[in-house]
Every structure is written in C-alpha cells, then in structure tokens.
C-alpha cells in the first residue's frame, strides 16, 4: 500500500532489554522515530500516548517487524560493545528547527568515545552563543542513544544535564570509555 493509503503514517514499537533499563524504540517507515529510556510500563504508555498525538496514528506493538528489527538489532549489539555506530534510517518528524539542525550534526559529527561542550556544538551549527539552546535541544532529543546526546558535556568538565537522568548518562560514557566504570 502506498503511504498515503491506510497504513501511510504506521508507527511500530517494541522494548528492549539494555544494561541502562528498558528502552522503548519506535519506528514509521521512515525510520526509527523515537527511543525512550526507563520504559517502564507507565512511562511505555505515556509515550506511545504522545507518539499517536504528535503523529496521528496509533502505535502498534511489533517486535518482529521489520521496521524495527535492525534498530534492535544495531541496539543490542551497541549495549553488548559490538557496535559503535548507528547505520540506520532516522525518522525526524518528530523534532524541527535548531533542534533538528543541532541533533542532526550530533549524529554526524561526534562520534563513539567522543564528547563535545555545548558551546562547542552551537558553534558547530554556526550559533556561537547558543550554548544554552543546544542544552534545550539535547532534553528535547526524540531519538536518544543512537541520536547521542550523552556525549555532550559542559566545557568546565562537569557532565551536564540528561533526559535519562545522570546516572544513565554516566553508564553510557562509561560503555563508550569516555568515564571510568562506576565502582558501585
């Protein structure tokens, strides 16, 4: 069926098991559209509540399809330190703007085991003194994880905020050997 046609805006989810809790990963056709951390089942369904909101279409739960079997996939293998890097479609309805633009040179440009400032990446965008924006834009990531907003970090060295919280933010950097591995 083409995507203008009853199933045009489908939107597929699935949770995964990850050494930083359950993650939620939604997928269109488009691509993968959204990941969720602590996906608990109160946190799963106030985002699949939001994803139909903001998409207009109610998300399915779908394991096993194929929009999705990469993404889990290149997921677990990213937990498992298999994987350091994405290599999958991405869906960006959800996010527009400075947002957008700041989130898409995040993807592309700091790669694996890497961490830049805010600062540092408003500048990349050509915002200079927008190092507070790119904060805003960070909490606002649809796609966290493969979208990697753990690796923005504040330029006095200190780790900066987390939608995931910072606990889960240190894991990841961990996972990457930017940090030490916590001790307890």
Known sequence: MDSHGQY?????????GSDIGPLLLA????????????????VRDKAL??????????????PGSPLLAEAIRQVEAYFSGERRDFELSLDWSLISGF????????????????????GDLAKRVGQP??????????????LPVVVP???VVESDGG???FGGGLET????????????????
């Open 8 to 16: 045009g805006q489908q939107v597929v989810w699935a949770v995964v």
């Open 27 to 42: 997928a269109t056709r488009e691509g993968l559209v959204n990941v969720v951390f602590h996906a608990t089942e109160g």
């Open 49 to 62: 509540a939001r994803l139909a909101e903001r998409l207009g279409t109610e998300p399915v739960e779908a």
């Open 99 to 118: 947002n957008r633009q700041v989130l898409r040179e995040l993807a592309s440009g700091v790669p694996y085991g890497a961490v830049v400032g805010y």
């Open 129 to 142: 003194g927008a190092a507070q924006a790119v904060g805003v834009a960070m909490g606002a990531n649809p």
């Open 149 to 151: 907003c753990h690796r």
């Open 159 to 161: 780790i900066g905020g």
């Open 169 to 184: 933010k240190r894991k990841l950097l961990a996972l990457e050997g930017v940090l030490p591995e916590p001790l307890f």
